[in-house]
């Protein structure tokens, strides 16, 4: 699943997609058209977050493996 965390729809633009799912034969690709700098991050942890800058896109699909997640206890 996906959605844009903060979505701001101006008059020129809009918004036409907040939210949605992926599947295995999907993908989705933002593109960063605004004049500030942006950032993406994933799960909420906004301090992974890598730069997202004025003509730049990102693609994002589901991966043929999956991550496992151990933590020490």
Known sequence: MWLAREPFPSVATG????FGMLDDESSLTSHFDMGDSG???ADDIETDRVEFLKGQSCSVGIASERLRLALAG
């Open 15 to 18: 918004t036409s997609l907040n």
């Open 39 to 41: 950032v993406i991050f």
